[in-house]
């Protein structure tokens, strides 16, 4: 599906930036004089502004990048949530026009699984901050990038089986209606 295939991306993007933020600080000059020239200083100091104004363009990029994946990510989560929440509903409703059951029990409607929906979202985010915090402590920023790009990995995974999900209830949903339309025409 097209939210794998973005969320992909996304890890191959941290992974990047990750083995980019281990090379950069592996490559960077130490402070010692060691006793040499002026002009090594000199190239040191160039080498270190240089470095510095590299450091602050790749900082920009990767802010700029991480947030317009978020935003988009976020939009293809709910569009797909949207849509699967549908094909449920419309597969119910044909299964209660076809048994014609007067008694059944009250549906939650779509309102009340998007307020369920926030409530995780909400608690995810208050839990993946803390996670987060905690992980930063031990796994450093290389160490925080390559962890999202595996929990990428997974959520692609995810979203897969979501997708073939959808795919039975499409395939369920377009049964019932060429099975209708075959017993109305005859």
Same mark, same amino acid.
């Given at each position: 599906t097209s939210l794998a295939l973005f969320y992909r991306v996304f890890s191959g993007v941290l992974v990047f930036y990750s083995v980019l933020y281990t090379s950069s600080t592996v490559l960077q000059p130490s402070d010692d004089d060691?006793?040499? +020239?002026?002009? @090594?200083? !000199?190239?040191?100091?160039?080498?270190?502004?240089?470095?510095?104004? !590299?450091?602050q363009y790749l900082y920009i990029a990767f802010f700029l990048i991480i947030h317009l994946m978020k935003l988009h990510s976020l939009s293809l989560v709910w569009g797909v949530t949207t849509e699967a929440m549908e094909y449920e509903e419309v597969t119910l /409703?044909?299964?209660?026009?076809?048994?014609?059951?007067?008694?059944? #029990?009250?549906?939650?409607?779509?309102?009340?699984?998007? +307020?369920?929906?926030?409530?995780?979202?909400?608690?995810?985010?208050? /839990?993946?901050?803390?996670?987060? +915090?905690?992980?930063?402590?031990?796994?450093?920023?290389?160490?925080? /990038? /390559?962890?999202?790009?595996?929990?990428?990995? !997974?959520?692609?995974? #995810? +979203? !897969?089986?979501?997708? @073939?999900?959808?795919?039975?209830h499409w395939e369920k949903q377009q049964s019932a209606t060429n099975l209708n339309a075959a017993t109305t025409d005859t």
């Open positions: 060691g006793g040499g +020239s002026n002009d @090594s200083n !000199i190239n040191i100091n160039n080498n270190n502004t240089m470095t510095t104004m !590299i450091g /409703l044909k299964e209660e026009q076809q048994n014609q059951s007067q008694h059944s #029990l009250p549906k939650q409607t779509k309102l009340e699984r998007f +307020s369920y929906i926030g409530f995780g979202g909400t608690i995810g985010g208050i /839990l993946g901050s803390v996670l987060a +915090s905690t992980l930063a402590k031990v796994l450093h920023l290389s160490g925080l /990038l /390559l962890f999202s790009a595996i929990l990428l990995e !997974i959520s692609a995974q #995810l +979203s !897969i089986e979501l997708g @073939s999900i959808m795919q039975y």
